[in-house]
């Protein structure tokens, strides 16, 4: 029998500094997120980070939680239960710093007759300390004859982009000064690592413009292709792309989002809508971060209006493209692998 694992990051089990503590320590820990020597992000991460940055995620951790508990938990069980119903196979979900963990869910679709699994990263781009991490997790976790595939970075596909398309719409009709495309920032010092050519991201000031195979990896190049798509095919004039969540020292990936918000409301513009195409799922990121923050942000600027367009999340176009992949995958046209090179163009 095959299964379908949806794979997050996570979220911590309460929003209380004890708990989100404990996750950051797990989520720092991981070399594909702090990428130094294990003894100095073992001192840095449990003797400084974690303890200075608790109580203060626990607040903001605390503005978007709901009843039921974590926003990314609670949405990413709901899409699991729609696509389940959808696709009639079993769907479990995983996080990789929290509960469900990937020993869990794999277990859980073991005990259900799966053999092989379809692993989707909820994550659109390629970044290592996303996709990276993930997969690297679930391979080493993945029971004994059980099998599995990978649905590859799928920020070309046509039917993401539509699935996106359609989340935005109610956005869409109505008049903004500007669109921001806030994505996840990451140090730059990542990008270069992931480079495989050694001698292309960030080597040249039109590196994501110049045809490398680099790209098939990089972050940026991808995140940008994804915006672009995205204002053309919702025919967006005006529009920026940023990055945020930025942690810890070096440079990272540019502009900032905090500081794009505010050159756009110097700048003139008054209402905004803002879209966070690296997550496909609503967390701390874009409801606290974008929503509650970079909304303060912006009004503080001199900006009146920020529009936060909802996260993919379990809207329906987005359950529908998934069932397509599902099925593609039980009739045995999966265009999964486990190799990066099989993401298919769709332009």
Known sequence: MKGVLLANLGSP????????RRYLQ????DEAVLDIPWPLRFLLVRGLIAPLRAARSAAAYRRIWTPEGSPLTTISQRLAERLREAAGVP??????????????????LRRQGVSEVLVIPQFPQYAVPTWGTILKDIKRRLPPGMRMQIRPPFYRDADYMKSLLAAAAPWLGKKWDCWLLSFHGLP???????DPTGA?????PDCCETPSPAHAVCYRRQ??????????HAGVDRWSVAFQSRLGWGKWMTPYTEEELR????????????????FTVDCLETLEEIGIRG????????????????????????????RKWVEEFVEGNSKGGEGLSACPRRD
């Open 91 to 108: 769907v479990e979900t995983a996080m990789r710093y929290s509960r469900p963990g990937a020993a869990e869910a794999l277990e859980r």
């Open 200 to 204: 292309h991201c960030l080597r040249r």
């Open 188 to 194: 730059e010092r990542h990008l270069r690592k992931a």
């Open 263 to 278: 050159r756009l409301a110097k700048e003139g513009a008054r209402r905004i809508a803002v879209l966070c195409p690296a």
């Open 13 to 20: 089990d309460s929003p209380t500094p004890r708990s989100v």
């Open 295 to 322: 909304r303060e942000t912006f009004r503080k600027a001199g900006g009146e209006e920020l529009a936060l367009v909802p996260c993919l999340n379990d809207h329906p176009a987005w359950v529908e493209t998934l």
């Open 26 to 29: 797990r989520f720092l820990m």
């Open 223 to 232: 995140s940008l292709e994804t915006a672009k798509a995205f204002a053309r």
